[in-house]
């Protein structure tokens, strides 16, 4: 027994497969991670002695930022190590919130792996999709890295009615 990830499309029509995998996904593990007090350990420890089917959860949202550098979404395979930028915080970054992805250390300097560009993961939490989204901006703007970017609008559709559409078909 294990964890399974079943992720929907949902409408009028219903909901829709898009993928069910036994693997955690990116950044899904992080958004999931915000929300579990108790931490994956516990869960883990939960599902391999049989108990489960309830575990400790925060009430609210949670979402999910991806940060990254050229040349995401694609790959450098030969990447050499003297591409990779430092990775900088302008205050201590909240360790719950901050998910590393393809970094590396040298000499004591955090280093984003150029062959990936695939650098970290930034999770907000609040009583609100916008509130958990400001969240993670914020936590996202903690982090300096060349050429950085990820996508301001998360949740922005989900705010913009998706989220009444869900609510109205009873998903919510």
Do not use: K
């Not at 940060?67 to 930028?85: G, N, R, S």
Request: charged share 20%.
């Amino acid at each position: 027994m294990g964890y399974v990830n079943l992720n929907l499309i949902v409408d009028e029509a219903g909901p829709r497969p898009l993928e069910f995998t036994c693997r955690f996904g990116n950044p899904g593990f992080a958004v999931l991670a915000a929300l579990q007090p108790a931490g994956w350990g516990d869960l883990f420890r939960r599902m391999a002695e049989g108990g489960a089917a309830r575990f400790p959860t925060d009430a609210g949202w949670s979402v999910a930022i991806v940060l990254t550098i050229p040349p995401f979404p694609a790959a450098i395979d030969d990447a050499p190590p003297e591409a990779d930028p430092p990775v900088f915080f302008l205050a201590e970054p909240e360790a719950a919130h901050l998910h590393h992805v393809d970094v590396r250390m040298e000499a004591g300097q955090l280093l984003a792996r150029r062959r990936s560009g695939h650098v970290s993961i930034v999770t907000g939490t609040g009583p609100s999709v916008a509130a958990a989204r400001d969240a993670a901006a914020a936590r996202a703007r903690n982090v300096v890295v060349p050429e950085l970017r990820w996508r301001a609008d998360i949740g922005a559709r989900f705010e913009a009615g998706e989220g009444a559409r869900l609510r109205a078909l009873g998903w919510l």
